[in-house]
């Protein structure tokens, strides 16, 4: 299983990234072909106390990598970025995963 | 569904790191009482080019707040914060997460 994983700091308008998440960016993700699921995990605290580095923990699911591979080449991924780059310039950092047994 | 997320930055010794990771602390992470799943995503890239902020994404699931809040308070969870500790001071973030619908 691959994983991108989006990390998004605090935006300087919380409500207008919101908005834009889950009316736009959420939707798009989902538009990526072969994925399996998005998980969306909002931060609500640093469990070591004071103020979370992130508010929002994105991750992407796909099957293996040649899917994740083909996603990242398609027509959708670009529309993806390009929406990225319009609410969350310079607050998200994007890591691709593979999972790993405990 | 709460997570507990960890990040991990790059260690000053990998090969120490991952052996005390997957040796102790991922099953130390398992005794937490009413922990549902550890899911580790190893970080493979950033998408965007460069050195990836972290190596490492741990995710605790728990099914609800009150389950989640009694495993902090456990005696195991003492344990598994004295160990992160000894082996990953100041490369840890640990973010407290609730799940959002897309």
Redesign the interface.
């Known amino acids: 299983m691959i994983?991108?994983?989006a990390?998004y700091e605090k935006p300087d308008d919380p409500d207008a990234f919101w908005e834009h998440y889950?009316a736009v960016h959420?939707?798009l993700?989902?538009t990526l072909p072969g994925i399996e699921a998005?998980?969306?995990?909002?931060?609500?605290?640093?469990?070591?106390g004071g103020e979370?580095?992130?508010v929002l923990?994105a991750e992407m699911v796909f099957p293996d990598r040649a899917t994740f591979d083909a996603a990242?080449r398609s027509p959708e991924n670009r529309a993806l970025g390009q929406d990225l780059r319009s609410f969350a310039r310079g607050i998200a950092?994007?890591?691709?995963?593979?999972?790993?047994?405990?």
Not at 38 to 48: E, H, I, K, S, Y
Not at 93 to 102: F, N, Q, Y
Request: glycine share 0%; no cysteine; hydrophobic share 55%.
């Open positions: 994983k991108l994983i990390l889950f959420a939707p993700t989902m998005v998980n969306l995990n909002r931060v609500t605290a640093d469990a070591f979370p580095r992130y923990i990242m950092t994007v890591l691709v995963t593979e999972e790993a047994s405990a």
